[in-house]
């Protein structure tokens, strides 16, 4: 398909309407671009916001023949989305990411033979991957090393905040799990002792030049992330700036690899002796980059932009230290509240630096990402108190 630069004013389609999907169109529309999202839900946060909204399944052919039509480029902002829609949206029009780097990122088991094969190449010293053996058969978790555990058994596929994991000590542990997980093809990995966990995300072009942001301190409860925590010296002295450097490295050399064009997180483990191992990748903004909205002179959606049009891209500055608090549905229910009661939105936006989002999600539930709040200022120690502040009028416990 043609390679030319796709100038605002030309329209954009992203395939899945969720509040990734939402920020995308929020900076193509800042930036001239009309815009296309194919959702089947009526009030997904993306369709909401978008100029136009195709309401079908994803591989719905109907849908997709539409939005092809309708569109210059078309990214996705959904994991999940079936690789073969984007292979089939590719014939038509230009695709970023790729349907290939997607498939490989929604399957564990292609995943960590990327990470392995990029090692093998000798690229950055940090790729590194847990220990893992891949399971399909009842033999397979018979002959399972105990080297490998404790470990958690992760599915290969559709997994995604914590989900389709389990937890194992023992071998009668993995069995149970094997068979609860519906006895899919999974991964088992040993279990690490972490000290920190960390995402770079990055945006390569066409023409394969590479941008990034800094290492981003990702805190995780009951499985969904909590805050993100960016500015100099979020990483532990010992790792300091060789660890920054080293995570960088990683998550160019998985990209470059894959020849990614577009948007790539690589999620990242510090473990106690501060070597750094590789977990994942998405393929597309990360929630742990939310904050380059207000903390850096582009953001992760307006690379998102660009790579898909193919226009420069510019290194990321961020001009502010910032932390990031996602807000979950659970700030709806205060001291157990059985109703759920709007939160005090006022006292939030009273903080200095404080800058709220929210995604037009009608019910709040327990657990689900309602918004995301992002704190700026001139100082780190200014943005800690304010986030604790806010923390504490959302009643957001563990920050
Ligand atoms: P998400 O999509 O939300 O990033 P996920 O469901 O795809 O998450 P992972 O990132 O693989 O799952 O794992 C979720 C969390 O479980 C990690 O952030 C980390 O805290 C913990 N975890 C995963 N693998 C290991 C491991 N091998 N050792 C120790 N902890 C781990
Ligand atoms: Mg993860």
């Keep these: 398909m043609s390679q030319t630069m796709i100038l605002p004013g030309a329209t954009l389609g992203v395939l899945g309407g969720g509040q990734l999907g939402r920020m995308f169109i929020h900076a193509a529309q800042s930036m001239g671009y009309n815009t296309v999202v194919l ?21 719905d052919p109907a849908g997709l023949a539409e939005l092809s039509d309708r569109c210059a480029a078309i990214t996705t902002e959904f994991e999940n989305v079936p690789a073969s829609a984007l292979q089939a949206l590719s014939l038509k029009c230009p695709v970023s990411p790729s349907a290939a780097s997607v498939a490989i990122a929604q399957d564990r088991v292609a995943e960590k033979a990327h990470f392995v094969a990029c090692a ?3 690229g950055a010293d940090a790729i590194t991957v847990a220990p893992y053996a891949v399971i399909e058969t009842a033999a397979q978790v018979a002959a399972v090393s105990s080297d490998l555990l404790p470990g958690i058994l ?13 937890r194992v000590k023992t071998q009668a542990e993995l069995t149970n799990a094997f068979a609860e997980l519906g006895g899919v093809t999974c991964v088992l990995e040993k279990m690490l ?3 920190a966990e960390y995402s770079v995300i990055l945006a390569r072009g066409r023409d394969g030049q590479v941008v990034h942001f800094p290492p981003q301190l990702n805190v995780h409860v009951d499985g969904i992330l909590a805050t993100t925590s960016v500015y100099e010296g979020n990483m532990p002295e010992n790792s300091g700036k060789a660890g920054v450097k080293r995570a960088i490295d990683a998550a160019i050399s998985i990209a470059t690899e894959l020849q990614y064009v577009g948007v ?14 590789v977990n994942e990748i998405a393929p597309r903004p990360h929630n742990s980059g939310h904050y380059t909205i207000d903390a850096c002179d582009v953001s992760q959606f307006e690379l998102q932009v660009r790579t898909l049009c193919g226009l420069p891209l510019t290194q990321p500055r961020q001009h502010s230290p910032a932390i990031m608090l996602n807000i979950l549905g659970d700030v709806w229910f205060p001291n157990g509240a059985s109703q759920a009661q709007t939160p005090p939105w006022d006292q939030i936006l009273a903080l200095p630096g404080a800058h709220l989002h929210l995604y037009g999600k009608k019910d709040a539930k327990k657990g689900r990402k309602m918004g995301h709040l992002t704190l700026t200022g001139a100082t780190v120690e200014a943005v800690k108190a304010t986030t604790a502040k806010a923390a504490a009028i959302l009643g957001i416990a563990k920050y």
């Design 39 to 59: 959702d089947p839900d009526d009030a997904s946060p993306a369709g909401l916001v978008s100029h136009d909204h195709i309401q079908t399944a994803y591989l």
């Design 120 to 122: 093998a190449k000798g």
């Design 154 to 166: 992760k599915t290969a596929r559709m997994g995604y905040d914590g989900k389709g994991q389990i």
């Design 193 to 195: 002792p972490l000290k």
């Design 264 to 277: 790539l997180c690589v999620e990242l483990f510090l473990l106690h002796d501060d070597s750094l191992v």
